[in-house]
């Protein structure tokens, strides 16, 4: 059976992770350059001004090992999210970032949280549970490969290493899991086989036995002499 979202090819499928990740090495270019910090503008917990790193957190990184361990998965997610799930992909991706900052903020330690690691765990959650809850086959089967490349990340959803926001990873993992389940119905689902009925059908009872229908025509047997027995 066709399925009845077929995936295609869209400009966003490779546009919007190159435009993602090419971002955010510029403006870590920028801050090298001219010798700036933008660490002050990531998530800063429950106050007004670390408010805004709900935003911008996203693209801000402490270094380029940081900003590279990112930047891969980052890639390998948003072009898997644009492809396979593109009728909610700007939604996810939106609303996910802003989701994953808001809770962080309101969960995490009094520090700077920066990082694009909240849209890596947001992304990776989505992608690995909708696989799971849709039962399509081909997002089952990405869903084994995500969790093949990246399933050592679950890990650091936990406080296990120092200096690393695992409140931001969490709030990411969870927001990710919630929009799969919200949006589970939209695009590729697993459809289940509609039997109909045909006329070859007709010719069994409820309960299976061989019933073809007698149709005699009446006017033929008078006219042809013959007894009709009913």
Same mark, same amino acid.
């Given at each position: 059976?066709?399925?009845?979202?077929?995936?295609k090819?869209?400009?966003?499928?490779?546009?919007?992770?190159?435009v993602?990740?090419?971002?955010?090495?510029?403006?870590?270019l920028?801050e090298?350059?001219?010798?700036?910090?933008?660490?002050?503008?990531?998530?800063?917990?429950?106050t007004f001004?670390g408010?805004?790193?709900v935003f911008l957190?996203?693209?801000?990184?402490s270094?380029?090992?940081h900003?590279?361990?990112n930047s891969?998965?980052?890639?390998?997610l948003?072009?898997?999210?644009?492809?396979?799930?593109?009728?909610v992909?700007?939604?996810?991706?939106?609303f996910?970032a802003? @989701?994953?900052?808001?809770l962080?903020? #309101?969960?995490?330690r $009094?520090?700077y949280?920066?990082?694009?690691?909240g849209? /890596?765990? *947001?992304?990776?959650?989505?992608?690995?549970?909708?696989?799971?809850?849709?039962?399509?086959?081909r997002?089952?089967?990405?869903?084994?490969?995500?969790?093949?490349?990246?399933?050592?990340?679950?890990w650091?959803?936990l406080p296990?290493?120092d200096?690393?926001?695992?409140e931001?990873?969490?709030?990411?993992f969870l927001?990710?899991?919630?929009?799969?389940i919200?949006?589970r119905?939209?695009?590729?689902?697993?459809?289940?086989?509609? @039997?109909?009925?045909?006329?070859?059908? #007709?010719?069994?009872? $409820?309960?299976?036995?061989?019933?073809p229908?007698?149709? /005699?025509? *009446?006017?033929?047997?008078e006219?042809?002499?013959?007894e009709i027995?009913l």
């Amino acid at each position: 059976m066709e399925d009845k979202h077929k995936i295609k090819l869209t400009k966003s499928f490779l546009l919007v992770p190159i435009v993602y990740v090419v971002s955010i090495w510029v403006l870590y270019l920028i801050e090298i350059k001219c010798n700036l910090n933008f660490n002050k503008y990531g998530v800063y917990p429950r106050t007004f001004e670390g408010f805004r790193g709900v935003f911008l957190t996203h693209f801000i990184h402490s270094n380029t090992s940081h900003l590279f361990n990112n930047s891969v998965p980052l890639f390998v997610l948003l072009s898997s999210l644009f492809y396979f799930y593109k009728e909610v992909a700007y939604k996810v991706l939106l609303f996910g970032a802003f @989701f994953t900052g808001f809770l962080t903020w #309101l969960i995490a330690r $009094e520090s700077y949280h920066i990082g694009a690691s909240g849209i /890596v765990y *947001l992304l990776f959650s989505f992608v690995f549970f909708s696989g799971i809850i849709r039962k399509h086959y081909r997002l089952v089967a990405l869903s084994l490969i995500i969790i093949f490349l990246y399933g050592s990340m679950i890990w650091y959803i936990l406080p296990i290493k120092d200096g690393m926001s695992w409140e931001g990873h969490l709030s990411g993992f969870l927001t990710g899991f919630v929009f799969a389940i919200i949006y589970r119905k939209k695009g590729i689902v697993k459809q289940v086989h509609q @039997f109909k009925e045909t006329e070859f059908d #007709l010719l069994f009872d $409820e309960q299976g036995n061989f019933c073809p229908p007698l149709e /005699v025509d *009446l006017n033929e047997s008078e006219e042809s002499g013959k007894e009709i027995n009913l």
